[in-house]
């Protein structure tokens, strides 16, 4: 079992940057993938990033590659999310997740919440125009 915190969020102004950042608790923390999600008022909750183990394998959703970069420290059992040029339709709530791979399509599996078992709270990034 792992536990999840955010911790990072805020409100920006459109272009500007900001870091998230998931710390979890447990010594398995290298044994979960990890993806970050987001939900905006009134829209589901859609896959943002996620990353494998060992950090090697990194995914992003099209409306953030280029802009956004996942990574992970396992030493410290924390996940983050480095966000730039940051968009006011990137405003919403972000939350990290944790996953157990059991096998199939890892990237499929990634992106898709139904497959994590763990949740942060969530934190609230608000982007002004």
């Known amino acids: 079992q792992v536990q999840l915190v955010e911790s990072g969020g805020g409100l920006v102004q459109a272009g500007d940057s900001l870091r998230l950042s998931c710390a979890a608790s447990?010594?398995?923390?290298?044994?979960?993938?990890m993806g970050w999600f987001r939900q905006a008022p009134r829209k589901e909750r859609e896959f943002v990033s996620g990353?494998?183990?060992?950090?090697?394998?990194?995914y992003y959703a099209s409306s953030v590659k280029g802009r956004f970069t996942i990574s992970r420290d396992n030493a410290k059992n924390t996940v983050s999310l480095q966000m730039n040029s940051l968009k006011p339709e990137d405003t919403a709530f972000y939350y990290c997740?944790?996953?157990?791979?059991?096998?199939?399509?890892?990237?499929?599996?990634?992106?898709?919440?139904?497959?994590?078992?763990?949740w942060g709270q969530g934190t609230q990034v608000t982007v002004s125009s």
């Open positions: 990353i494998s183990w060992s950090g090697a394998r990194t």
């Open positions: 447990g010594r398995t923390f290298s044994l979960y993938a």
């Open positions: 997740a944790a996953m157990t791979y059991r096998g199939g399509i890892f990237e499929l599996l990634l992106r898709d919440r139904a497959n994590y078992g763990f």
